[in-house]
């Protein structure tokens, strides 16, 4: 199995797989109403609706830095983008459909990618930015800790929310 293929298995197993750790992201994201996904049971916390926005920002970001080698760099509004005011269905399904379809396209790009690429380097510019100085392989991996880190922000505000925890 070459290593790309086992950087896509890590990939899909932390977005709606069965990851070790516990529910994959999108088990997390199952069954809720866009005022659960724009609520705010934590002071101060992001709604969930806003770690989707993010995390979705972060699948084009990477996704982008592999195809280019080179750092996209993301203003505070593309890295955390704030969510609607209006509080629609429809709008919250559209955004789990945006970052359902900003994993498959990385998915889909990664699959084009050689392993002898994996060592190749993002280059910083500009320095310090998130995500950079890093080889190919790192970044593809800290995705998926990515999503599984804010997979688990997302129980914790179910929990707080008093919503069934996804099994």
Same mark, same amino acid.
């Not at 989707?52 to 996209?72: I, K, Y």
């Not at 280059?123 to 800790?145: D, F, I, K």
């Given at each position: 199995?070459?290593?790309?293929? =086992?950087? %896509?298995?890590?990939?899909?197993?932390?977005?709606?797989?069965?990851?070790?750790?516990?529910?994959?992201?999108? $088990?997390?994201?199952? %069954?809720?109403?866009?005022?659960?996904?724009?609520?705010? @049971? +934590?002071?101060?916390? %992001?709604?969930? &609706?806003?770690? !989707?926005?993010?995390?979705?920002? &972060?699948? %084009?970001? #990477?996704?982008? =830095? #592999?195809?280019? =080698?080179? #750092? +996209?760099?993301?203003?505070?509004?593309?890295?955390? @983008? @704030?969510? @609607?005011?209006?509080?629609?269905?429809?709008? &919250?399904?559209?955004?789990?459909?945006?970052?359902? $379809?900003?994993?498959?396209?990385?998915?889909? /790009?990664?699959?084009?990618?050689?392993?002898?690429?994996?060592?190749?380097? #993002?280059?910083?510019?500009?320095?310090?930015?998130?995500?950079?100085? /890093?080889? +190919?392989? !790192?970044?593809?991996?800290?995705?998926?800790?990515?999503?599984? /880190?804010?997979?688990?922000?997302?129980?914790?505000?179910?929990?707080?929310?008093?919503?069934?925890?996804?099994?």
């Amino acid at each position: 199995m070459s290593e790309i293929t =086992r950087i %896509h298995d890590q990939l899909c197993a932390a977005f709606d797989g069965e990851p070790w750790s516990g529910p994959s992201l999108l $088990a997390t994201l199952a %069954h809720l109403t866009a005022s659960q996904a724009a609520a705010r @049971p +934590v002071a101060g916390a %992001h709604s969930i &609706w806003e770690i !989707v926005l993010h995390l979705t920002s &972060w699948l %084009h970001t #990477v996704r982008q =830095r #592999v195809e280019s =080698r080179r #750092v +996209v760099a993301l203003s505070a509004a593309q890295d955390w @983008p @704030p969510q @609607p005011t209006t509080l629609d269905q429809e709008l &919250w399904e559209n955004t789990l459909q945006q970052l359902r $379809a900003a994993h498959q396209q990385l998915i889909s /790009y990664l699959l084009s990618v050689p392993d002898a690429e994996l060592h190749d380097s #993002v280059r910083e510019e500009p320095a310090g930015e998130p995500g950079t100085g /890093y080889s +190919v392989y !790192v970044l593809l991996h800290g995705l998926a800790q990515h999503n599984l /880190y804010h997979a688990g922000q997302i129980a914790l505000l179910r929990k707080a929310l008093g919503l069934p925890q996804p099994s």
